[in-house]
T-cell receptor, first 110, second 114 residues
């Protein structure tokens, strides 16, 4: 059983559509992170959410941390082909150990 | 300048061989990591080192031996390679073990065992 459950696993949408990716767990976290990984590259940190109920915006990306700090969501408005990639949520455990969800592969078609 | 660089980027080798992947970071960080990403894109930590000292060893087979000659380098040596070792291996670093620090990943080393 994975600590972090991500859904959907795969998403293929048209340019201009909106989408939401979910990251859920039964555990409470002090923080959650979202990463984006492009083909042939390593994951790159997008955001860290720390406070329950927190909402952070990064241009067309909106990240939310659940009130109980057990879940998080990533919403993309008006998706563009450049948003294509693997989106990973991750939680930090003791010793700066990142535990990742299984990821959501996003494909935005023009 | 690349912050976390690893070599080689691609490696194809036969079962039973021994191979090494090298990693260097020029960020002045104290902590370095090795992560493994399988064919389903699942990313999992293997090792972490802080100031050349092993901190995390995630029940990785002892055929995998990390070595940190100094803070800026963390190499991964794999003995007796098996088919199941085929994966992408990512080196990463962070300022220290403080959980608030950003972790920076290298571009990955694609290992294929045939």
């Amino acid at each position: 059983t994975q600590l972090l459950e991500q859904s959907p696993q795969f998403l293929s949408i048209q340019e201009g559509e909106n989408l939401t990716v979910y990251c859920n767990s039964s555990s409470v976290f002090s923080s959650l992170q979202w990463y984006r990984q492009e083909p042939g590259e390593g994951p790159v940190l997008l955001v860290t959410v720390v406070t329950g109920g927190e909402v952070k915006k990064l241009k067309r990306l909106t990240f939310q941390f659940g009130d109980a700090r057990k879940d998080s969501s990533l919403h993309i408005t008006a998706a563009q082909p450049g948003d294509t990639g693997l989106y990973l949520c991750a939680a930090m455990e003791y010793g700066n150990k990142l535990v990742f969800g299984a990821g959501t592969i996003l494909r935005v078609k023009s | 300048d690349t912050a976390v660089s690893q070599t080689p980027k691609y490696l194809v080798t036969q079962m039973g061989n021994d191979k090494s992947i090298k990693c260097e970071q020029n960020l002045g960080h104290d902590t370095m990591y090795w992560y493994k990403q399988d064919s389903k894109k699942f990313l999992k930590i293997m090792f972490s080192y802080n100031n050349k000292e092993l901190i995390i060893n995630e029940t990785v087979p002892n055929r995998f031996s990390p070595k940190s000659p100094d803070k800026a380098h963390l190499n991964l040596h794999i003995n007796s390679l098996e088919l199941g070792d085929s994966a992408v291996y990512f080196c990463a670093s962070s300022q220290d073990l403080n959980s608030g620090n950003t972790i920076y990943f290298g571009e990955g080393s694609w290992l294929t065992v045939v």
